[in-house]
């Protein structure tokens, strides 16, 4: 090139042959896919840190897609006990008691939050989802809508609070003891 900045080039080449078969001539088209390739160089690089952003952080994350859980990150699976592939094709009742501590039932709970949620409504909300082991898990849940409706993928981020709210309630009952002396 004139600047003596490199090119990609991608190169078509077709033979024309005669009537007995001999090749005559060669022709040849050159197209610059220089924007193409540093374009997709730029998206590979971007999949890449929100592949290790997905992979190496703290909080779980989860994508809901239909009412299902679509892909989880190591973070969310270890908050459950259960390997990654346990979790993704499950519906979040499905990793939840029937009732949650309002006494309402996990199930209607999904249908009302995931509705919110895909409406363009950023929630946060406390949920119990059961481990492995059958011991419940107390979730900070964020869930927010990424995508065109109406079939936008949910981005569901879980922070672990039970210890947080075992802490709250071991409180509460002790200044009870105390107002009680």
């Given at each position: 090139w004139t600047?003596?900045?490199?090119?990609?080039?991608r190169w078509v080449h077709r033979g024309?042959?005669?009537?007995?078969g001999r090749l005559r001539e060669i022709q040849s088209v050159g197209r610059d896919i220089t924007d193409?390739?540093?374009?997709?160089?730029?998206?590979?690089?971007?999949?890449e840190r929100l592949r290790t952003l997905f992979e190496s952080a703290t909080e779980g994350i989860l994508t809901i897609e239909r009412g299902v859980f679509t892909s989880c990150n190591p973070r969310a699976a270890e908050m459950l006990g259960l390997p990654t592939q346990a979790i993704i094709g499950k519906t979040p009742e499905q990793l939840?008691?029937?009732y949650q501590p309002d006494g309402r039932r996990s199930e209607d709970h999904v249908r009302e939050n995931?509705?919110?949620a895909l409406s363009g409504d950023p929630l946060t909300f406390e949920w119990v989802h059961?481990?492995?082991?059958?011991?419940?898990?107390?979730?900070?849940?964020?869930?927010?809508?990424?995508?065109?409706?109406p079939n936008a993928t949910l981005?569901?981020?879980?922070?672990?609070?039970?210890?947080?709210k075992q802490a709250e309630d071991e409180l509460?009952?002790?200044?009870?003891?105390?107002?009680?002396?």
């Amino acid at each position: 090139w004139t600047d003596a900045e490199s090119r990609y080039v991608r190169w078509v080449h077709r033979g024309l042959f005669d009537e007995e078969g001999r090749l005559r001539e060669i022709q040849s088209v050159g197209r610059d896919i220089t924007d193409q390739r540093i374009a997709e160089e730029l998206l590979r690089s971007s999949e890449e840190r929100l592949r290790t952003l997905f992979e190496s952080a703290t909080e779980g994350i989860l994508t809901i897609e239909r009412g299902v859980f679509t892909s989880c990150n190591p973070r969310a699976a270890e908050m459950l006990g259960l390997p990654t592939q346990a979790i993704i094709g499950k519906t979040p009742e499905q990793l939840s008691p029937e009732y949650q501590p309002d006494g309402r039932r996990s199930e209607d709970h999904v249908r009302e939050n995931l509705a919110r949620a895909l409406s363009g409504d950023p929630l946060t909300f406390e949920w119990v989802h059961t481990r492995a082991d059958g011991s419940e898990v107390i979730m900070e849940i964020s869930l927010g809508a990424s995508g065109p409706q109406p079939n936008a993928t949910l981005l569901c981020f879980w922070r672990d609070i039970t210890e947080r709210k075992q802490a709250e309630d071991e409180l509460f009952r002790s200044r009870e003891e105390l107002r009680a002396l």
